[in-house]
């Protein structure tokens, strides 16, 4: 079975501040796994993801994200905030070794840069 | 760019109304998906197909069931609309089964049911 967390339902940052956005999965097998964004009244926009190689991944719009094994987390960052980042952002996850090639989504975490 | 369109972006209809919610995607993408959004639950899968004519139950499929007749067009169908099913609902695709891939996501219908 797969599962995702993202134990912060909501997140604050000054702008200009780095941000962190937790996710840590649970799976048999090795994961593939996801971030992606959906601003208000649109639908989900893809980040990023890791599927093997580097455990920093590097994505849209200046974000990036760590995947560590030990831990089972992949958390997003982004050096320096801006406001425009204030979206909901949504960490997947899919057992490579698993029957069902759907990922699992987390419950999404609300990210809200302060001016 | 891969474009996912769906057919409305906010409708209302009243229980017991049948209610179909169109998606066409126009990247010749195997897979296509229906998932609901509701604050504090995340996306859940209602169904997917990862062929014409082909499907499969998600998490909540009851109340719901699902049309591919051609490859770029995936319908949602509410057989009897009940106040419950409000919600935002969201239509994806991605290329292949691999389990790599991105999904593409539309806009979302925000549905309300009176």
């Known amino acids: 079975a797969q599962s995702v967390a993202q134990p912060e339902d909501q997140v604050n940052v000054a702008e200009g501040n780095p941000l962190t956005v937790k996710c840590t999965y649970s799976v048999s097998g090795n994961p593939y796994l996801f971030w992606y964004v959906q601003y208000p009244n649109r639908g989900l926009q893809f980040l990023l993801k890791?599927?093997?190689?580097?455990?920093l991944v590097k994505g849209s719009y200046g974000f990036e994200a760590e995947f560590n094994k030990s831990q089972t987390s992949f958390h997003l960052k982004k050096p320096s905030a801006l406001v425009s980042d204030s979206a909901l952002y949504f960490c997947?996850?899919?057992?490579?070794?698993?029957?069902?090639?759907?990922?699992?989504f987390g419950r999404g975490t609300s990210l809200i840069v302060h001016p | 760019d891969v474009k996912v369109t769906q057919s409305s972006r906010y409708l209302v209809k009243r229980t017991g109304e049948k209610v179909f919610l169109e998606c066409v995607q126009d990247m010749d993408h195997e897979n296509m998906f229906w998932y609901r959004q509701d604050p504090g639950l995340g996306l859940r899968l209602i169904y997917f197909?990862?062929?014409?004519?082909?499907?499969e139950k998600g998490d909540i499929p009851e109340g719901y069931s699902v049309s591919r007749e051609k490859k770029e067009r995936f319908s949602l169908i509410l057989e009897s609309a009940s106040t419950n099913q409000t919600s935002m609902y969201l239509c994806?695709?991605?290329?292949?089964?691999?389990?790599?891939?991105?999904?593409?996501f539309g806009p979302g219908t925000r549905l309300t049911v009176l």
């Open positions: 994806a695709s991605s290329l292949s089964g691999g389990g790599t891939d991105t999904q593409y």
């Open positions: 890791y599927i093997t190689g580097d455990n």
């Open positions: 197909s990862y062929d014409v004519k082909m499907k």
């Open positions: 997947a996850v899919r057992d490579m070794s698993g029957g069902s090639y759907i990922p699992t």
